[in-house]
């Protein structure tokens, strides 16, 4: 497909436990952005990638939260012991280069019960 | 601390009629303004950014440093420009890291 593509659409959970999120970019884009979109705080940044790597980590809410990139492609965003709290539309975005993302994903939609 | 409002959460107006979203920043130093839209069932896209100075299916937004303001207009709205709009900052020296606003539900009576 042409566009950024997550998977998978909706994921309802158990109040603690872990949760994978993935995140395919747009072929040959090197920079990858997380959103998270919820009722009470819109949407928030959690993390980009340059690459491979993560310059800026400071939105992940808790250490609960990681991702990873691997192969300058695939992101992963793991949330492990989910809380109520998580319940959320997590997306993605992505671009050719470090910039404003202009394409996002349509979204995981995370349900934690 | 660096913040974006959007003071309506919702407007409501008439097709021909004119739009103004408004969209407030907090910031010390110049950042970059932005205009998202997510139309109902649709992914969320970037409609415009004040560098590039453009007008994007109507829409233009002014970037007002003494007022801090970045507001959205449209001289006559269209029933398809329902949707929900996001005013966003990035720091010039860390553009992957958005700011957004709470967003307003524009909704184009017939």
């Known amino acids: 497909g042409a566009g950024v593509s997550q998977s998978p659409s909706n994921k309802v959970t158990e109040k603690g436990k872990d949760v994978e999120l993935r995140c395919d970019p747009i072929s040959g884009h090197t920079a990858l952005y997380w959103y998270r979109q919820s009722l009470g705080q819109g949407l928030e940044f959690l993390i980009y990638f340059q690459g491979n790597s993560a310059p800026d980590k400071s939105g992940l809410p808790s250490d609960r939260f990681s991702a990873e990139r691997t192969g300058g492609s695939v992101s992963t965003l793991t949330i492990q012991r989910t809380q109520q709290e998580d319940s959320a539309v997590y997306l993605c975005?992505?671009?050719?280069?470090?910039?404003?993302?202009?394409?996002f994903g349509q979204g995981t939609r995370l349900t934690v019960v | 601390a660096q913040r974006v409002t959007q003071p309506e959460k919702l407007l409501s107006v008439f097709k021909g009629a004119p739009v103004e979203l408004k969209c407030n920043y907090s910031y010390s130093g110049s950042p970059e303004l932005f205009w998202y839209v997510q139309y109902s069932r649709q992914r969320l896209q970037l409609l415009l950014r004040?560098?590039s100075r453009e007008s994007i299916k109507g829409f233009t937004a002014d970037l007002n440093k003494g007022e801090t303001s970045f507001h959205l207009k449209k001289p006559f709205a269209q029933e398809e420009d329902s949707a929900m709009y996001y005013c966003?900052?990035?720091?010039?020296?860390?553009?992957?890291?958005?700011?957004f606003g709470q967003g307003t539900t524009l909704q184009v009576k017939p």
């Open positions: 004040h560098i």
């Open positions: 975005a992505s671009s050719l280069v470090l910039q404003t993302p202009a394409f």
């Open positions: 966003a900052l990035s720091e010039p020296s860390n553009t992957g890291k958005l700011i």
